[in-house]
């Protein structure tokens, strides 16, 4: 048969422009096209990578040097706990790395590295229609498909093996083939700006004013995901090259009510301000002017990923949660199967089996990501001592599931999703049990009223997480901290029998008051 191309990928950030430089590099002679919306890329949500998608860009994209040149490097997470807006800022509770970041991350501007991605892919041999609106996508499985764009004033039709969605939370393929599904398990919204004037959380007043706070810490705490915690919600607080930072608010709706106020922007800086820690970076602060955004019912999920002629990679078959930056976790292994998978065709192999196992494997690594690690956290993240077992215990689980294979063999372990397999069941199966403990552990400390009463007066520097045997030391304070608070919850039972009544949900408006 004739075709224009190969493979038409729709969509040209990050997740496209990977898929077709690895379709190129597996598979030089494979005709892609590249379409993107957007004359130019603006800024989004996922500027904070991980480990898993760090290596994903270094070592299998090649992007070492411009992500040394171009972004921040990032120095971990770190999470902050208040008992209530007038506390003092050096009695907030501080989880975190003591020493520099072991592993590469990075902060970075995604303006920048999706313009850097589309044009790496255009040098290694890609067309481009830029900007390029996707009008009808018909598929026809073995008989080809076809995608009709408006360009340059005019529709143009193309003929292709293969169409990859790339396309983020429009979902294209998704929504088209029925196969879109929202998650309500998990309410969760999200209220985001850029700021300017945001105070230095390494400058040098901090050491006349808080001294047992500057000297506590050997790293920047400003190149850090800054997290400030609350019951129902949390914010992100991410530093980006040129001054300027990403601050964002996930909540609840369950739990929490983001406050009235005359804009977006006014009500998320006055959210900030309620947090202690807040209120000391973001006084002097202003929003940047037509920077704000705002999504809610943020997570989804295809309930089909891939067919015959057809593929979704990256946001456009599912998000979960921003917490734990996973979403570049997610176009890192998505992207690189998908690729793989599309170059083997074209090189003349059966690729049915891998059909399957990315429709199959992929419905089981978002369904367990999600139980595992967020479904119903928002219930407990407020309290320091369950959210800082729960942090030991992910970002434990995590290295010694995800990242020590992943570094060990990156071209082998990104072809695997995860949570692969009986042991990657088992792990699941793990990691939920002590997830609903905590969830049922926050329940009982809100009935009985102390929630949150140890958020205060003590600050965790912890060595860092590293991807081998020594990682088992953190995960260790972790069970500790659990079960500690498993006896706490028993002294609770014995003392008073006490019914869980949900709270009614708080607001920022009621904070304030």
């Known amino acids: 048969m004739e075709f224009?191309?190969?493979?038409?990928?729709?969509?040209?950030?990050?997740?496209?422009?990977?898929?077709?430089?690895?379709?190129?590099?597996?598979?030089?002679?494979?005709?892609?096209?590249?379409?993107?919306?957007?004359?130019?890329?603006?800024?989004?949500?996922?500027?904070?990578?991980?480990?898993?998608?760090?290596?994903?860009?270094?070592?299998?994209?090649?992007?070492?040097?411009?992500?040394?040149?171009?972004?921040?490097?990032?120095?971990?997470?770190?999470?902050?706990?208040?008992?209530?807006?007038?506390?003092?800022?050096?009695?907030?509770?501080?989880?975190?790395?003591?020493?520099?970041?072991?592993?590469?991350?990075f902060q970075v501007d995604r303006s920048t590295l999706d313009t850097h991605m589309i044009e790496r892919a255009v040098a290694a041999g890609c067309a481009l229609r830029r900007p390029g609106k996707v009008m009808r996508i018909d598929l026809a499985g073995a008989k080809g498909q076809s995608v009709t764009i408006a360009h340059g004033g005019q529709e143009e039709t193309f003929r292709a093996r293969w169409v990859v969605d790339a396309s983020g939370?429009?979902?294209?393929?998704?929504?088209?083939?029925?196969?879109?599904?929202?998650?309500?398990?998990?309410?969760?919204?999200?209220?985001?700006?850029?700021?300017?004037?945001?105070?230095?959380?390494?400058?040098?007043?901090?050491?006349?004013?808080?001294?047992?706070?500057?000297?506590?810490?050997?790293?920047?705490?400003?190149?850090?995901?800054?997290?400030?915690?609350?019951?129902?919600?949390?914010?992100?607080?991410?530093?980006?090259?040129?001054?300027?930072?990403?601050?964002?608010?996930?909540?609840?709706?369950?739990?929490f009510q983001l406050g009235e106020g005359a804009n977006l922007s006014e009500r998320l800086r006055a959210h900030l301000l309620t947090h202690p820690v807040g209120r000391e970076i973001f006084r002097d602060a202003a929003v940047i002017e037509h920077d704000v955004h705002a999504f809610s019912a943020l997570p989804y999920v295809s309930a089909k990923v891939c067919g015959d002629g057809w593929a979704s990679v990256g946001d456009a078959a599912g998000f979960i949660d921003p917490l734990y930056s996973p979403g570049l976790d997610f176009c890192s292994y998505t992207t690189c199967y998908v690729a793989n998978m599309i170059a083997s065709q074209l090189a003349g192999e059966a690729v049915a089996?891998?059909?399957?196992?990315?429709?199959?494997?992929?419905?089981?690594?978002y369904r367990l990501w999600f139980e595992t690690l967020y479904k119903d956290k928002y219930f407990y993240m407020g309290d320091a001592e369950l959210m800082s077992a729960a942090l030991l215990l992910d970002v434990g689980s995590y290295f010694v599931g995800l990242v020590t294979p992943v570094y060990r063999n990156p071209e082998r372990e990104f072809l695997r999703l995860p949570f692969e397999g009986m042991p990657g069941r088992i792990v699941g199966g793990m990691m939920k049990f002590y997830n609903r403990r905590l969830v049922a552990l926050?329940?009982?400390?809100?009935?009985?009223?102390?929630?949150?009463?140890?958020?205060?007066?003590?600050?965790?520097?912890?060595?860092?997480?590293?991807?081998?045997?020594?990682?088992?030391k953190l995960i260790q304070k972790g069970l500790f901290r659990w079960w500690k608070a498993e006896l706490t919850n028993l002294r609770l039972m014995m003392s008073a029998s006490v019914p869980y009544r949900a709270p009614a949900a708080t607001s920022t408006a009621a904070v304030n008051a």
């Open 353 to 365: 089996e891998r059909v399957r196992y990315y429709n199959e494997q992929y419905a089981v690594t």
């Open 169 to 255: 939370r429009a979902a294209m393929l998704a929504r088209k083939l029925g196969h879109f599904r929202q998650n309500t398990e998990h309410p969760i919204n999200a209220v985001w700006a850029r700021f300017s004037g945001v105070k230095d959380w390494d400058s040098y007043d901090w050491r006349e004013r808080f001294p047992d706070y500057a000297n506590a810490c050997r790293t920047a705490r400003s190149w850090a995901t800054n997290h400030l915690m609350g019951h129902g919600w949390w914010c992100w607080i991410i530093p980006l090259k040129g001054g300027d930072v990403s601050a964002g608010l996930v909540y609840d709706s369950r739990i």
């Open 4 to 105: 224009d191309y190969d493979v038409v990928i729709v969509g040209g950030a990050f997740s496209g422009a990977a898929t077709a430089l690895l379709l190129k590099r597996k598979h030089p002679a494979a005709r892609v096209l590249l379409i993107e919306k957007a004359e130019e890329f603006d800024r989004k949500v996922g500027e904070s990578t991980t480990e898993i998608s760090s290596c994903y860009m270094t070592r299998i994209l090649g992007l070492s040097n411009y992500l040394g040149h171009h972004q921040l490097v990032k120095q971990g997470l770190r999470m902050w706990f208040s008992k209530g807006p007038g506390q003092r800022f050096d009695d907030c509770v501080e989880v975190g790395a003591k020493y520099q970041a072991r592993l590469p991350t």
């Open 442 to 472: 926050a329940k009982r400390r809100l009935a009985t009223g102390t929630y949150g009463v140890a958020n205060g007066g003590w600050r965790e520097l912890y060595d860092g997480f590293v991807p081998d045997i020594r990682v088992r």
